[in-house]
Nanobody
Framework: QVQLVESGGGLVEAGGSLRLSCAAS????????MGWSRQAPGKEREFVGV???????YYADSVKGRFTISRDNAKNTVYLQMNSLEPEDTAVYYC??????????????????WGQGTQVTVSS
C-alpha cells in the first residue's frame, strides 16, 4: 500500500520559515516526480511546485523565490522549505507523487498518489 505522510506544519509568524517533509512508503518513488500543492479554506487545491527524479524543479509564481523543493531518494523523502512566509500561504499542504516515471506534472490533477496533508498557518 502506497503511503505519503507529510509532517512539519504548524503556526508561524509572517516572515518566518517552515520546512515540510513527505515520507513515502509502500513503494519507491525514486524515478517519479514529487510535487507539493496546497488548499486554503474555500479554495481549490493549488499547485505549488514539483521536483523531478533528477532534481529539476518548477514553482508556481506565487511561491517562486521563497519556496524550495528538495528530495533525498535514499530516504524516499521530499522536502518543502518555505521562507518569507505570508498570511496568504496559510493552507493545508499536500505532497503527491506522479503516476508515471519520467513525467513532470505541473497541475494538481496529474498526480496519482497523495498524502493526508499538514496544516500551515501564517499569522500577520
Amino acid at each position: 500500500q502506497v503511503q505519503l505522510v507529510e509532517s512539519g506544519g504548524g503556526l508561524v509568524e509572517a516572515g518566518g520559515s517552515l520546512r515540510l517533509s513527505c515520507a513515502a512508503s509502500g513503494r519507491t518513488f525514486k524515478r517519479n516526480a514529487m510535487g507539493w500543492s496546497r488548499q486554503a479554506p474555500g479554495k481549490e487545491r493549488e499547485f505549488v511546485g514539483v521536483i523531478s527524479w533528477g532534481g529539476s524543479t518548477y514553482y508556481a509564481d506565487s511561491v517562486k523565490g521563497r519556496f524550495t523543493i528538495s528530495r533525498d531518494n535514499a530516504k524516499n523523502t521530499v522536502y518543502l522549505q518555505m521562507n518569507s512566509l505570508e498570511p496568504e500561504d496559510t493552507a493545508v499542504y499536500y505532497c503527491a507523487a506522479s503516476s508515471s516515471v519520467g513525467s513532470f506534472p505541473r497541475t494538481v490533477r496529474e498526480y496519482a498518489y497523495w498524502g493526508q496533508g499538514t496544516q500551515v498557518t501564517v499569522s500577520s
